[in-house]
């Protein structure tokens, strides 16, 4: 099977006219030096941290995976498209020669190089379905699309085909997975946290719905973690008391019972696990009104209150906002 890659053409798809002229496609990082110089992809890693010490972990990874898989894994007759955002227009190509590195060929920022034979023709991003325009869109660098390797032929196949019509089912099931994989990743995130911090995260929840909280210091905490009051004094009920607890295995049924039989007695019940639940603590929850929150459902309502909380509880997860079609 052809294998299919997407580069991108710079930081502002300014590489595309000495990409077309000189028939090459190039990417950068030069601090890391010549990739082929490294045995292994960890090797390359300890110079990443040492060159890229100020930059995120995550970041430098990432720049890693992509140097060494456009260095190792990109070969001949491979395809190559980019994308030009000006022109909206995909530029599509063969490999010709692979990676070798040359800061005198292109552009001396981007000297990790291979050459590609690229085509005359160009391809209109809107002749492509949804799935394969929001799969292309991905940030990285490099990355496979072998999957719309089909598609992407058979449209500059047919130059005056009809384009792709627009599919509003389509795009909606395409938000949908976006919103779902957004929640996932902002799952682990939370679950990365330790149980101060989560105590901490679920008390910020809680005062931006307009509750004064009370959060149970380090140690002993009588099976309250959490107090929410409606007035400052705790006088004025609705009264909440939490337990949070926040590990893999799921909470139980005499937990449950700690709850209900910590002070003050006559307080609403609130239960976080972000293990979730056993049959038998929903049981005992349902029989004595106590509400269950499990990670997921926590997740949702961070997201829904997230913009009301205190900074010092959204530090504990700093979220950027994301807008998509309606």
Same mark, same amino acid.
């Given at each position: 099977? +052809?294998?299919?890659?997407?580069?991108?053409?710079?930081?502002?798809?300014?590489?595309?006219?000495?990409?077309?002229?000189?028939?090459?496609?190039?990417?950068?990082?030069?601090?890391?030096? #010549?990739?082929?110089?490294?045995?292994?992809?960890?090797?390359? $890693?300890?110079?990443?941290?040492?060159?890229?010490?100020?930059?995120?972990?995550?970041?430098? #990874?990432?720049?890693?995976?992509?140097?060494?898989? @456009?260095?190792?894994?990109?070969?001949?007759?491979?395809?190559?498209?980019?994308?030009?955002?000006?022109?909206?227009?995909?530029?599509?190509?063969?490999?010709? &020669?692979?990676?070798?590195?040359?800061?005198?060929?292109?552009?001396?920022?981007?000297? #990790?190089?291979?050459?590609?034979?690229?085509?005359?023709? @160009?391809?209109?991003?809107?002749?492509?379905?949804?799935?394969?325009?929001?799969?292309?869109?991905?940030?990285?660098?490099?990355?496979?699309?072998?999957?719309?390797?089909?598609?992407? &032929?058979?449209?500059?196949?047919?130059?005056?085909? +009809?384009?792709?019509?627009?599919?509003?089912?389509?795009?909606?099931?395409?938000? &949908?997975?976006?919103?779902?994989?957004?929640?996932?990743?902002?799952?682990?995130?939370?679950?990365?946290?330790?149980?101060?911090?989560?105590?901490?995260?679920?008390?910020?929840?809680?005062?931006?719905?307009?509750? #004064?909280?009370?959060?149970?210091? $380090?140690?002993?905490?009588?099976?309250?973690?959490?107090?929410?009051?409606?007035?400052?004094?705790?006088?004025?009920?609705?009264?909440?008391?939490v337990q949070v607890k926040h590990r893999k295995s799921s909470?139980?049924?005499? &937990?449950?019972?700690?709850?209900?039989?910590?002070?003050?007695?006559?307080?609403?019940?609130? @239960?976080?696990?972000?293990?979730?639940?056993?049959?038998?603590?929903?049981?005992?929850?349902?029989?004595?009104?106590?509400?269950?929150?499990?990670?997921?459902?926590?997740?949702?309502?961070?997201?829904?209150?997230?913009?009301?909380?205190?900074?010092?509880?959204?530090?504990?997860?700093?979220?950027?906002?994301?807008?998509?079609?309606?």
């Amino acid at each position: 099977m +052809t294998k299919w890659w997407m580069i991108r053409a710079g930081d502002n798809n300014e590489l595309i006219p000495i990409w077309k002229e000189k028939g090459l496609a190039s990417i950068g990082w030069p601090q890391l030096g #010549n990739p082929k110089q490294y045995s292994s992809k960890e090797e390359m $890693k300890t110079k990443a941290d040492a060159v890229f010490s100020e930059e995120k972990p995550q970041s430098r #990874n990432s720049w890693v995976n992509q140097v060494w898989r @456009f260095s190792r894994d990109i070969q001949t007759n491979d395809k190559v498209i980019s994308y030009s955002k000006e022109k909206r227009e995909y530029m599509v190509g063969t490999v010709l &020669e692979s990676h070798f590195y040359d800061d005198s060929v292109g552009d001396p920022n981007y000297p #990790n190089t291979i050459r590609v034979k690229w085509e005359n023709e @160009f391809l209109d991003r809107d002749r492509l379905s949804q799935s394969a325009k929001n799969s292309l869109g991905s940030v990285l660098t490099v990355f496979r699309v072998d999957q719309w390797g089909a598609e992407i &032929e058979k449209l500059m196949a047919n130059p005056d085909s +009809t384009p792709l019509e627009f599919d509003d089912e389509e795009e909606e099931v395409v938000v &949908e997975d976006l919103v779902s994989k957004a929640l996932v990743m902002i799952e682990d995130k939370v679950d990365k946290l330790d149980p101060w911090q989560m105590q901490e995260l679920v008390g910020g929840l809680l005062q931006a719905m307009k509750y #004064n909280v009370r959060i149970s210091p $380090k140690g002993p905490d009588g099976g309250v973690d959490v107090l929410a009051f409606k007035d400052a004094f705790g006088f004025e009920k609705p009264i909440i008391k939490v337990q949070v607890k926040h590990r893999k295995s799921s909470a139980s049924a005499p &937990e449950i019972q700690q709850l209900l039989g910590a002070n003050p007695i006559d307080a609403n019940s609130l @239960f976080v696990s972000t293990g979730g639940f056993t049959s038998h603590a929903e049981a005992v929850a349902k029989h004595n009104s106590v509400r269950l929150v499990d990670l997921e459902e926590l997740v949702r309502l961070v997201v829904e209150w997230y913009e009301k909380m205190p900074n010092d509880k959204r530090a504990l997860l700093p979220l950027q906002r994301f807008y998509v079609p309606e």
